[in-house]
């Protein structure tokens, strides 16, 4: 082999080695940047879960509270109908008890009447 071809075949093992080195060193930096852009994902993730769970915990005590609210408005409400329907009924009655000796009159004047013409 001839001095040039040495040559040239040491050349060209020292530039694969400096491509080799070159590869190495730029895989390297990729994984490291994929390692750091997974890690910021993942914390990004993480924070929006643990926010998620907040405002879902939140939501929990929030339906809780208004629901309670909401019972204790109808329960309210159903009082409050109840005491007018009380109100209501007595009335009726008081107008009833009212009529009622009227009724009873009119009652008998119809069967006296009826019986005086048989």
Same mark, same amino acid.
């Given at each position: 082999?001839s001095l040039e071809?040495?040559?040239?075949v040491t050349?060209?093992?020292?530039a +694969?080695?400096?491509?080799r080195?070159e590869?190495?060193?730029e895989a390297?930096r990729l994984?490291a940047?994929?390692?750091r852009?997974?890690?910021?994902?993942l914390?990004?993730?993480r924070? /929006?879960a643990?926010?998620?769970?907040?405002?879902?915990?939140l939501l929990?005590? +929030?339906?809780?509270?208004v629901?309670?609210?909401?019972?204790?408005k109808?329960?309210e409400?159903?009082?409050e109908v109840?005491?007018q329907?009380?109100?209501?009924?007595?009335?009726?009655?008081a /107008?009833a008890?009212?009529?009622?000796?009227?009724?009873a009159?009119?009652?008998?004047?119809r069967?006296?009447?009826? +019986?005086v013409h048989?």
């Amino acid at each position: 082999m001839s001095l040039e071809a040495m040559k040239q075949v040491t050349e060209a093992e020292e530039a +694969n080695r400096a491509r080799r080195a070159e590869a190495q060193a730029e895989a390297k930096r990729l994984v490291a940047e994929a390692e750091r852009a997974g890690k910021a994902r993942l914390a990004e993730a993480r924070a /929006q879960a643990e926010a998620q769970a907040r405002v879902r915990a939140l939501l929990g005590v +929030n339906r809780h509270l208004v629901l309670r609210q909401a019972e204790a408005k109808a329960a309210e409400h159903a009082s409050e109908v109840m005491a007018q329907t009380r109100k209501s009924c007595d009335a009726l009655r008081a /107008q009833a008890e009212a009529r009622l000796a009227d009724a009873a009159e009119s009652i008998v004047r119809r069967v006296v009447k009826t +019986n005086v013409h048989c």
